[in-house]
C-alpha cells in the first residue's frame, strides 16, 4: 500500500533518515520503533509531506509521493497525528473534529458569505463526520467541552478523531501511548484494532514495548536513520542487531 | 437574565443605539468622534482578520491603510474622481498591493513574518514621504472633497457621514461575522492553531493565508480611503508604525481573535484618547504600559474575557442541571 | 575615485554602528527568540542620557558614555524582567506586541521630559583630520576604533570568560543549557544588559554625527532586523559582517543611486533575500 525506496533525509551534515526501504501492507498494523533520536518522527514527516526529502522515493498506492505537500497526501488517504496534539483549546472538541473533514469540501469564502446552500451542505457534513469520528473513539460525551477542559488522554484521543475525520486509508501515529495509564493504554490497542477492521491500515512509532508486541503484525526497527530490522515480533525479539541497539550499542538507548 | 447575554439580541439592541445616536445627542463632536472610531474598527477588524483569526501578525497595516488613503485622495484631488468610483478603484489598488505583498510575505513565518511586513508598512510609508510629486510629501494632501451624493442623499452633514461610516462598518462586521462562524473560518482558526497540524488534515495554508491577508488589506484599504473623505486632510503619517500600533492596541484591548472584540476596543480606546487629547503624543505614556499589563495579565481582552466567563457560566449550569437530574434519578428509586 | 574612497569610510563608519547595535538584537534574539522591537528604544534613550549628561551634568563626553551605558544596560534588564519574563510561555504574538508597547513608550516618556525637538550632540573628536587623501573627522576614526574594539572584547568575554560560554551555549541549544546547570535566568539578564550597553554605546558614538530625537531609534531598529536576517538570526559573525554590507550598501548607494532613497536599500535587500528564501539567508534546516 505504502512503499519507500531509499528514502533519505539529511539535515545539515546529520542523516537523520538513511536509505529506508520499507513496505506497509493493507490492512495490517505496522509500527516503527527504535532509541530516540532513531529518525522515526522524521520518517512520518517524510511520508506527510512534512519535510522534503533530500534522496529515496515513496509510493502509495503505487502513486509516487514523494514530492507532495502535506496537504495533497492527506487528501489521497494519509493521516496522522503529532506526539504534542496541537488542537485549539479554546473550542470545542466537535469544532476541533469537524475541520477534519475540510479537504473533502470545497466551500470558500464566497460561500461563507453569502450562507450557500454548498456551504451549509458541507457544514452538515462536517459535523456529522465529526459525530460519527467522534462516536468511533467514544468521545461523543465530550463534544461540547473545551479542549482545554480535557484530560491529556482525552486530547490525544480528540487529535485522532481528527485525524479520522479526513477519511483516511492510512493512519500514523505518532506515540499514541505516551503519557497515558496502563489500562487507558489497552483501550488505545482496542482503537487500533478497531480501525483496522474498519479498513483503515495503521502504522504507529511507539516506546510502549508491550503494545507493540501484542498489537502489531509488523515492525521496523530503526537507529541512527537505518533500518536495522524488520519481521514479526517474534522475529524483532531475537533479533541480535536489535537487541544490540536497545542494549548499549546506540548512545541515547 | 440569560436574554441579555444573547448575542443577537445584543447586536440588535447595539444597531438600533448606533442608528438612534445622533437623534440622541447635539453634541457634533461626539458624532464626530464616533465616526472616526467606526473608519478605525474597520481597519481592525482587517487585523483582526489576518493577526487574530488567521494568526499571521501583519505589521503591515497602517501602510495598507496609507495606500487606501492615498489612492482614494489622489485620485479624488489630482485625479478629479468622484468619490464613488476612486473608493472602489482605491479598495482596488490595495487589494492587488496586499496580493502581491501577501504572495511573498506569507512564505515567510512568525517573526519573520513580523519583520517583513513590518518594512513593507515601513516602505510605504516612505515612499509617500519621499514621492513629493506624487503625495506632497510631509505637506500632506489637503482638500479631499466629502463623499458625493447617491440621487437625493447628500453626505455633506456630519449626521449622513456618520450613518455613511456605519452603513460600511456593519458592512464589514457581517462579512466577518459570516466567515468566523463558517467552516471557512474554522479553517483560518486551524492555521492559526498550527500550521503543521492544518497541512496534514489537508488544509493548503498558503492558499487560506493568502485569501485571509488580500481581504485584511482590503478592509484595510477600505477604511483608508473613508479616512480620507471624512478627514478630508492626509499626510504620510497616517502610514506609520505608531498607527499599526494604534490598531493592535484597539484590538488587543477589545480581544483579539473575537468578533466583537475589535468594535469594543477601538469604540472603548479612542472615546478615551479623546478625553486624554491634551495628551496627544504623550498618550503612549499610559496606552504603553496599558497595553503590556493587558498582555501579561488578560491576554483574550474585554470581549474574550467576556467569552470565557459566559462559557464558565454555561459549565457550572451544566453541572447544575446533571446534579439535579441526578437527584431526581435518586428519588425517583 | 575620491568620493569612491570617501564613500568606503563612510560605510565602514555607518556599518560599525549598525554591527554594534545589531549584535544586541542577534544576541537576545539567539537567547530568549524574541524579536525585540524595543531595541530601537533602548538605543534612542541611551543617545538622550549620553546628550543630558553632557548637557546638563557638566560630564566629559566619554563618562557620559560610560553612565549610558550603565542606566540603559540596567533598563534592558528591567524589560527582561517585567516584560518578556512572565511572557516567556505565551505565544509568539504577545511578545512583539509588548515590544512594540515598550517601544512607544519609552518613546513618550523621554518626549515628556526632554521633548520632541531634534538636538545635536557636541563632540570633543570634531577635529578635522587627512587621512589616506581624504578629509574625515576624529569623530568618525573614533566610531571605527571604538566599535572594533568592542566588537573583540565581546568576542573575548563569549570565547574566553564562563559567563560568556553560557550565552553561548544558551543560544545554541536552550534546553541542553539548562541541563547542564546554567541559570538561564542570570544568563537572560545578563544578555539583556549586555544589549542595552551595546545600544548605548551605538547611539552614543553615532548621536555627534546624526542628530537626538524622540524617534530616532525606528529606522535603525528596521535595518538591524534587516542585518540579522541577512547574518542569520542568533548568528554573532553574521550580526557583524550583515552590519557593515548594508552600511556599505547604503554609503555607496547614496552616492552613486539616490541620496533620498538610501533608506530604501536595506529593504530592499531584506525584500530579496526573503523572496528568494523565506527562512532568511544562513537559515540551517531544523528538524
Not at chain 1, 155 to 165: C, E, F, V, Y
Not at chain 2, 36 to 41: K, S
Amino acid at each position: 500500500m505504502l512503499r519507500t525506496i531509499g528514502l533519505t533525509k539529511k539535515f545539515g551534515g546529520l542523516t537523520a533518515v538513511d536509505n529506508v526501504d520499507f513496505t506497509i501492507e493493507k490492512g495490517m498494523i505496522t509500527a516503527i520503533i527504535g532509541p530516540n533520536g532513531a529518525g522515526k518522527s522524521t520518517f512520518f514527516n517524510l511520508i506527510s509531506g512534512l519535510h522534503p526529502p533530500s534522496g529515496g522515493k515513496i509510493f502509495f498506492n503505487n502513486r509516487d509521493i514523494t514530492s507532495l505537500k502535506p496537504y495533497q497526501t492527506a487528501r489521497l488517504g494519509i493521516a496522522r497525528t503529532f506526539q504534542t496534539t496541537h488542537l485549539f483549546e479554546q473550542a470545542t472538541v466537535l469544532e476541533n473534529v469537524m475541520i477534519g473533514h475540510r479537504l473533502r469540501t470545497k466551500s470558500g469564502i464566497w460561500d461563507a458569505v453569502f450562507k450557500t446552500k454548498r456551504l451549509k451542505r458541507e457544514e452538515k457534513a462536517a459535523r456529522e463526520k465529526a459525530y460519527e469520528a467522534l462516536e468511533f473513539t467514544g468521545l461523543v460525551g465530550t463534544a461540547d467541552r473545551l479542549v482545554s477542559d480535557l484530560s491529556q488522554e482525552e486530547k490525544k484521543r480528540t487529535a485522532i478523531a481528527l485525524a479520522l475525520a479526513t477519511e483516511p486509508q492510512i493512519i500514523f501515529l505518532d506515540e499514541p501511548a505516551a503519557g497515558i495509564n496502563p489500562e487507558e493504554t489497552e483501550k488505545l490497542g482496542q482503537l487500533m484494532k478497531q480501525m483496522v477492521s474498519k479498513g483503515i491500515t495503521v502504522c504507529l512509532i511507539e516506546h510502549k514495548m508491550q503494545l507493540v508486541m501484542s498489537l502489531a503484525d509488523r515492525i521496523m526497527v530503526l537507529n541512527h536513520g537505518k533500518k536495522i530490522a524488520e519481521g514479526t515480533p517474534d522475529e524483532i525479539k531475537n533479533d541480535d542487531a536489535v537487541i544490540r541497539a536497545y542494549l548499549g550499542g546506540g548512545k541515547s538507548a | 437574565m440569560s436574554v441579555l447575554f444573547d448575542s443577537r439580541f445584543l447586536s440588535s439592541a447595539l444597531l438600533i443605539f448606533s442608528v438612534l445616536f445622533p437623534f440622541l445627542t447635539d453634541n457634533q463632536y461626539f458624532l464626530h468622534v464616533l465616526s472616526l472610531a467606526f473608519i478605525w474598527a474597520i481597519a481592525v477588524y482587517g487585523l483582526n482578520l489576518i493577526g487574530g483569526y488567521t494568526g499571521q501578525l501583519s505589521l503591515a497595516h497602517a501602510g495598507f491603510f496609507g495606500v487606501g488613503a492615498y489612492s482614494a485622495g489622489l485620485l479624488m484631488v489630482k485625479g478629479g474622481m468622484n468619490f464613488w468610483p476612486a473608493l472602489a478603484a482605491a479598495v482596488l489598488i490595495t487589494t492587488v498591493l496586499g496580493f502581491f505583498v501577501g504572495l511573498i510575505a506569507l512564505r515567510t513565518k512568525e517573526h519573520f513574518f513580523a519583520i517583513y511586513t513590518l518594512c513593507v508598512g515601513y516602505i510605504i510609508y516612505l515612499i509617500i514621504y519621499k514621492w513629493e510629486g506624487l503625495t506632497e510629501g510631509v505637506r500632506g494632501l489637503i482638500g479631499i472633497p466629502s463623499p458625493a451624493p447617491i440621487g437625493p442623499i447628500t453626505f455633506d452633514t456630519p449626521q449622513s457621514q456618520y450613518y455613511l461610516l456605519l452603513f460600511f462598518l456593519v458592512f464589514v462586521i457581517f462579512i466577518m461575522k459570516r466567515i468566523v462562524h463558517s467552516l471557512i473560518g474554522r479553517t483560518y482558526m486551524a492555521i492559526r492553531n498550527s500550521e503543521e497540524l492544518a497541512e496534514t488534515i489537508g488544509i493548503n495554508a498558503m492558499k487560506h493565508k493568502m485569501i485571509s491577508f488580500v481581504l485584511s488589506t482590503s478592509f484595510a484599504g477600505l477604511a483608508g480611503a473613508l479616512y480620507a473623505s471624512f478627514v478630508r486632510f492626509i499626510g504620510p503619517d497616517i502610514a506609520y508604525v505608531n498607527i499599526i500600533f494604534d490598531m493592535l492596541t484597539y484590538l488587543i484591548v477589545g480581544g483579539i481573535g473575537t468578533l466583537s472584540g475589535p468594535l469594543i476596543g477601538t469604540i472603548f480606546i479612542v472615546s478615551v484618547s479623546q478625553s486624554l487629547q491634551f495628551l496627544e503624543e504623550l498618550r503612549m505614556l499610559i496606552f504603553g504600559p496599558l497595553l503590556i499589563a493587558l498582555i501579561i495579565f488578560y491576554p483574550r481582552g474585554i470581549a474574550g474575557g467576556i467569552q470565557s466567563l459566559l462559557h464558565k457560566r454555561k459549565k457550572t449550569l451544566q453541572i447544575r442541571k446533571g446534579l439535579r437530574q441526578s437527584a431526581a434519578v435518586e428519588e425517583g428509586k | 575615485m575620491d568620493t569612491f574612497i570617501q564613500q568606503i569610510f563612510n560605510g565602514l563608519t555607518v556599518g560599525s554602528v549598525y554591527s554594534l547595535f545589531a549584535l544586541g538584537l542577534t544576541l537576545v534574539y539567539g537567547i530568549l527568540h524574541i524579536p525585540n522591537f524595543a531595541h530601537g528604544a533602548l538605543y534612542m534613550v541611551g543617545g538622550y542620557i549620553t546628550l543630558m549628561m553632557m548637557t546638563h551634568a557638566g560630564l566629559h563626553y566619554v563618562l557620559a558614555i560610560f553612565i549610558s551605558v550603565i542606566v540603559v544596560g540596567l533598563l534592558a534588564v528591567l524589560m527582561e524582567r517585567v516584560v518578556f519574563y512572565p511572557l516567556r510561555n505565551t505565544p509568539p504574538l504577545q511578545d512583539k506586541i509588548a515590544a512594540i508597547g515598550i517601544m512607544l513608550f519609552l518613546e513618550a516618556l523621554i518626549q515628556f521630559i526632554w521633548g520632541a525637538e531634534y538636538r545635536s550632540m557636541p563632540t570633543p573628536f570634531g577635529r578635522v583630520v587627512e587621512f589616506l587623501g581624504i578629509t574625515v573627522t576624529t569623530q568618525r576614526i573614533l566610531i571605527i576604533a571604538a566599535a572594533v574594539i568592542i566588537m573583540l572584547l565581546l568576542y573575548l568575554f563569549l570565547k574566553k570568560t564562563m559567563t560568556g560560554a553560557a550565552i553561548i551555549a544558551m543560544s545554541q541549544n536552550r534546553e541542553g543549557a539548562f541541563l547542564s546547570g546554567i541559570n538561564a535566568n542570570k544568563t537572560a539578564m545578563l544578555t539583556f544588559f549586555i544589549s542595552g550597553a551595546l545600544a548605548a554605546v551605538a547611539s552614543s558614538i553615532s548621536a555627534p554625527i546624526n542628530l537626538v530625537f524622540p524617534g530616532m531609534g525606528h529606522l535603525v531598529i528596521l535595518k538591524a532586523f534587516v542585518i540579522i536576517i541577512i547574518g542569520g538570526m542568533g548568528s554573532i559573525p553574521g550580526a557583524i559582517i550583515g552590519g557593515y554590507i548594508l552600511g556599505f550598501s547604503e554609503s555607496l548607494g547614496a552616492a552613486f543611486i539616490s541620496n533620498d532613497y538610501k533608506d530604501l536599500i536595506a529593504f530592499i535587500l531584506l525584500i530579496m533575500i526573503l523572496t528568494l528564501r523565506p527562512k532568511g539567508l544562513f537559515a540551517r534546516e531544523v528538524q
